[in-house]
Structures are given as C-alpha cells and as structure tokens.
C-alpha cells in the first residue's frame, strides 16, 4: 500500500500480548508468557503508545510495542555494552538496549572501602555522590555511551538514606529508563534510580534525570577572594563529628578562604581543595578490577555536598536534594595541579529546609560544576555547637567552655581556679624550640594580661620569658606573675595566677593495664588496679598521668594520698 500510495504516510504496528483484554488474558496466556519472561501490555498504556504512535512520526515505517521482555534470540538485540571496571554493573537483572537497564549489586565495607569513611551517628550511609556514579553507570550502559563529555543531573532526590550493614552489607537494585523524546531535536532524557533489595520498586531510595548531550561552554565567574586563607585548620575545625562526621578518604577541603553569615537566610563560603585524584579507585575499592569512574573522582565531588554544613554549623543536616547539577566536561589543558575552589551560597532557610546554591571552579573562575537548588534537611539543632564566629575564632569559644567546666568543678571545693586560655595550634609538639615558643608567645600575653584586667592590676604590657628549664614566668606591672604552660601537638593551654600552679594536656591514649602500671609506677597504683582493658582505664590512667606532670611542674616530691574527687568524672583530683 506505501509503494502504490506514496503521498500517504503509512505505519505497521505490532502489539505483544495485552494484559487487560484480547485472546492473552482469556486463554491464561499472560501468566504462562510471564514465566518465559513476557511481561502483558496493560490496556490503558497500549491506548496511549497507539495515539501517540499516530500524532507523531516514530521515523519508522514498523513498530512494535511490548512490555518488559527479557533477551531473546527472535528479537536480534545487540549483546549488551562490556560492564568492564564499573563497580554498579555486578549483576544484570534486564536490558533492552536504548530502552531499559537493571542491575543488582552487593555493597559491603570490605569491597566498598569508602563506606569506612561515611558513618553517621553509627550508621554506615552509602553516600550520594557513590549513588549518582552508580545511576550514571548504568545510564552509560543503556544509551551504549562509553563516557561523559558534560552532563545535566535534574531534579536529583534523595529520599530516604540507604544503609550499609557492616557485617551483612546491603543489596541494591540500580535502574535506568530512557524517556520517550517530545521532538525529533529534543535531547535524550533518562530516569534513573537506586532502591533496596527486598523494598517497594516503586519508591526509590535515590533517584535522578540524566540529560544527554552536548553542553553549552561554562560561564566564567570572578571569585574575589583573598590570597591568604583563612586561619582556620580543616582536619580539626571542621571534620569532627559536630560538623563534617566523613572520614580521611573524604576529607578534601584544606583551606577556607571566606565565611561570613550576611543574615538569618544568607551568607557565602569559599573552600577549596586540591585538583581531583586520577587514582581514586584505589581509595574507593578493594578490588582492583574496580577502576571505572564515568562522572570522575566521587570523594572530590562530595566537598560540593560538604560546604554548605559550615553555613549552619549548629544545625546537623543530611542532603535531601538537588534540582540541576551541571557537571562540565573538563578542559584537557587545565594543569592537574591547579586548585579547586568551591563557593556555596545559603539562599533560605525555612520549615527546617535549608536552600542553597554551589559552585565548583578553577582558578581562572571557569565553572567545573554547578548546582541549583541544592537544599539540605535539618535533623536537629544545637545550642551548645559553634557559631559562624566561633568556626572563625574557635579560640575564644573553647576557652569559655574550659572555664566554665573548670569553675563548675571547683565550686564544690571551695577553690579559685587560675585564669586560663587555650589555643588550638596544630604540630606544636613536633616544632623547634623557637619556633614553638614564637607561637606560645602570643597566648602567654594575652592569658596574662586577662589575669591582669580582672584583678585590676597595671594595663602596661607583660614581660614574657623562659627559665632554663623550660618554664615561663611573667611580670606584670614589675610585680611576679606565676603562670604555666602545658601543650600537646594540637592544642596549647595556658594559666596564671597570683600562687604556684601548674598545668598539663594528655589526649587519652589507648595502653594496656600493664603498660599503664609500668608508666606511672606507685602513683595512682590502687586507683586503676583491677580496671580491664579499655576506655575506662585509658581515662582514669590519661588524668593520673597529667596529675603527676602538674605535681612535678610544682615541685612536689612526695604525695600522701590521691584520689577521684569524682568518681564518674575523672575531671579532679585530690591530693
């Protein structure tokens, strides 16, 4: 008929079994097929395929139109892509080339070694930079693309968390299914999606829009930011369990150059972090066979996820979603040593939802990525946590905080504690004489000249200087001023006051009884006799070590009797 009628358009349609009406359903038919792998056409998606099929040109002269059928020989399918490398493709559950792919995959810490690193208030979390890789692996895999030049992520949903149990692990089905395109010139869209084994298909755990194509070149934005960073020191400041809980392999942010909080809804900060690792996998896998990264280095990825918890440092947050994440592709020519720098914008912030926007650059303020409505869910608030200022100036917050604790203690004894500062100084320890001692100058001046304003001595500055010993002493106003000194690699404390006094910081340190025994000899012998192995006695014995440097620091030779003031405590002792 199309050979003998040229100027009519003429179309072949074939249909599968229908599930709903027809000769399928009344024959049993449809069970019978679903066992061969056959799914049925239910009848209202078979209506519509068929008015579609009719208002727009397929650019076909046949058709045919199934449900979900698995491969098979009559069909001619092409084999399947290679899943080579690509840690989400473990096991195929369906493919049906340009249409539809399934996967299932075990997760577990011992092949999954970035799970190490993503425990959240003793849950292991797969994170959701590992999900969209997995997402896009397997989209690659459907569309027969063997990588990404560019890619637009839409409408990324982060619906509930999927945990990791560290002996079980967890089994995840990853999915991906091309969108029928409205236009000849429409881009190809596909819907992707990760649930658990065992959970409702039908809401997914992960889920996200891949746009394919071509992207336009990225926009170049001014960073205006200092040439000096911030002195701030991320491995301390910032990863620690009330803010950034991930692990050493996501640790990246090594510098921060503005943070300031404008208002209750806005403020910026500006990280950045050294150039992506081309050996990631090695960090990600065990296996070695698992070195396919199609979007890039994932842990690198994660620090765009990072940046906007120092925006609301007393707010425990988890992501919840993302409306556009344009990944751009990368300029061969850029140097793999330049930085990269992140800024992040809080642009709302109401019914515990946090909006923001972020945006990863290089140094010549060429985009790399950039996200669009990226917005976080508050879990809970803490009073007791940092402020904005404090991240600024932690200093004067743990001060405060030590002597509080320490006023509270004494109270109950009837003692006046010393005036003290603290300052956060990492690799004291490790420094030379010095240089170690140009950095302790500072904080012994200004402990000094606070013992000074509170007990409204002379204004004129304190003289500073070391015994051969080691010691400082100070003079204020040319009268003695007793002070103390003590330090550990990350922090330096400081105390003076009008009477001999000492001070001393020991981390708690994990040792056995015997090992303690051994160091601290007869003093304190009866107070950890008998205590097994673990926190408890690391506590007890850390405070006797340090009680004994204080008494040293003062001289004392000899002790009648010591013991815990406080028994759940262990913050005093009684001498």
């Known amino acids: 008929y199309a050979s003998n009628h040229p100027a009519t358009r003429t179309l072949s349609v074939a249909y599968s079994i229908w599930r709903d009406a027809g000769m399928g359903p009344r024959m049993g038919s449809v ?15 078979g ?64 092949e999954d070694l970035y799970l190490q690193d993503h425990c959240y208030n003793d849950s292991y979390l797969f994170p959701a930079v590992f999900g969209l890789e997995a997402m896009a692996q397997v989209v690659a ?11 637009r992520v839409e409408n990324l949903l982060l619906r509930r968390p999927i945990i990791v149990e560290p002996e079980k692990g967890a089994d995840i089905i990853v999915w991906a ?52 960073p911030l002195d701030m020191q991320p491995p301390t400041d910032l990863y620690r369990q009330t803010l950034l ?18 208002t209750a809804e806005s403020g910026t900060v500006v990280v950045s972090t050294p150039p992506p690792d081309p050996d990631c996998a090695k960090l990600a896998y065990a296996s070695p066979e698992h070195q396919r990264f199609l979007l890039g280095d994932p842990f690198q990825r994660d620090n765009l996820l990072q940046s906007a918890a120092l925006l609301i440092p007393q707010d425990t947050s988890l992501p919840m979603s993302i409306r ?37 650059l290089d140094q010549a303020g060429v985009l790399n990525e950039n996200l669009s409505g990226y917005r976080l869910k508050i879990l809970k608030h803490h009073d007791d946590y940092p402020t904005v200022a404090d991240l600024l100036c932690p200093d004067e917050r743990d001060t405060r905080l030590l002597q509080e604790k320490l006023a509270g203690l004494a109270a109950g004894l009837r003692l006046e504690i010393p005036h003290l500062c603290v300052s956060l100084i990492p690799g004291l320890h490790d420094l030379p004489k010095d240089r170690r001692r140009a950095l302790e100058l500072p904080l012994l001046n200004k402990t000094a000249e606070r013992w000074a304003q509170r007990n409204g001595a002379s204004k004129s500055r304190p003289k500073i200087q070391w015994q051969p010993s080691g010691k400082p002493e100070a003079q204020v106003a040319d009268q003695p001023l007793d002070i103390s000194l003590a330090h550990d690699n990350r ?9 001999p006094l000492g001070c001393d910081l020991a981390p708690v340190t994990h040792r056995t009884l015997q090992q303690w025994t051994g160091l601290l000899g007869p003093f304190g012998k009866n107070l950890i ?7 408890e006695l690391d506590r007890r014995s850390t405070a006797l070590w340090a009680a004994r440097e204080v008494l040293h620091k003062l001289n004392v030779k000899e002790t009648l009797s010591i013991q815990f003031e406080n028994p759940t405590d262990d913050s005093l002792l009684s001498v």
């Not at 006799?529 to 926190?535: E, I, S, W, Y």
């Open 245 to 262: 809980f991930q692990g050493s392999r996501f640790q990246r942010i090594d510098q921060v150059h503005v943070l300031e909080r404008h």
């Open 31 to 45: 069970q019978a097929l679903k066992k061969e792998g056959i799914e049925a056409i239910p009848a209202e998606e």
């Open 324 to 360: 556009r994440w344009d990944i751009y592709p990368r300029d061969e020519n850029t140097s793999e040593h330049q930085r990269v720098f992140i800024r992040t914008r809080l642009q709302g912030l109401r019914d515990q939802e946090v909006d923001t926007s972020v945006e990863s």
């Open 491 to 499: 922090y330096c404390l400081v105390v003076a006051g009008s009477c």
């Open 177 to 228: 299914q091309t969108r029928e395109r409205a236009a000849a010139g429409d881009k190809l869209a596909v819907q992707a999606g990760i649930f658990k084994a065992g959970a409702d298909p039908n809401t997914d755990f992960f889920s996200a829009t891949f746009v394919m194509g071509s992207m336009d070149p990225p926009a170049q934005q001014p960073l205006h930011i200092q040439q000096e």
């Open 47 to 110: 209506v519509r395929r068929f008015v579609r099929l009719f208002l727009h040109n397929p650019g076909t002269h046949q058709v045919l139109v199934t449900a979900r059928m698995t491969q098979m020989d009559t069909l001619g399918t092409p084999t399947p892509p290679s899943t080579k490398g690509a840690r989400f493709l473990e096991k195929r559950i369906h493919f049906t080339p340009g249409v539809e792919s399934a996967f299932w995959v075990h997760l577990s810490l011992d």
């Open 141 to 151: 895999q459907v569309t027969g693309v063997t990588g990404f030049s560019g890619v």
């Open 529 to 535: 006799d008998g205590q097994p192995v673990g926190a």
